[in-house]
Every structure is written in structure tokens, then in C-alpha cells.
């Protein structure tokens, strides 16, 4: 257990901000496992309905440096490919 005051703020805040983020990434996780159900069906016109909201999502993950920018950027790329994939296909 911590030992000083500083410490125990510490520990405060830490346990604050691992909620946040958890709920950040989880919300992220959900957002991306509901567009790739999608994607997968083959259900273009929801794919490109729930596009834009999960980029937000992922967007607003990263610029809360819940996740890095760098995993941000890939996860847009693959995601915008995988229904931009979709739309050619049909």
C-alpha cells in the first residue's frame, strides 16, 4: 500500500484513469466489432452507415491517448479498405 500522501494520490488517480481508459477502449472495441459484422454479412449500406461513427470513436480514443496514433491510423486503414473492398465488390 502506498506509504506517503503523494503516493495515495497517485494510486487515486491511477485507478481513475484506468476506468476511463477501459471504457474508452471498450466503447473503440465495440465500435469495431459491430462494423466488421458487417462487413462480413456483406450488408454494404449498414457498413457505410456505421464507417464514419467508428472513426470518431477510434479519433476521439486516440486524441484521449487512450491508444497510440499510429494504432489509430491503421485501424482507420484497414477498416475504410474492408468496406471500400465491399462497395467494389458489389
Do not use: C, F, Y
Not at 462494423?35 to 472513426?55: F, K, W
Request: without cysteine; proline residues 1%; charged residues 25%.
Amino acid at each position: 500500500m502506498a506509504n506517503s500522501k503523494q503516493a495515495e494520490k497517485r494510486h487515486r488517480q491511477n485507478l481513475r484513469s484506468r476506468a476511463r481508459n477501459r471504457s474508452h477502449r471498450s466503447r473503440m472495441r465495440s465500435a469495431i466489432k459491430t462494423l466488421r459484422a458487417a462487413v462480413a454479412e456483406g450488408n454494404l449500406e449498414q457498413a457505410q452507415a456505421l464507417l464514419p461513427e467508428t472513426l470518431k470513436v477510434i479519433d476521439s480514443t486516440a486524441s484521449s491517448q487512450v491508444i497510440h496514433r499510429n494504432a489509430a491510423a491503421r485501424h482507420k486503414s484497414r477498416l475504410t479498405r474492408a468496406v471500400n473492398q465491399l462497395a467494389a465488390a458489389s
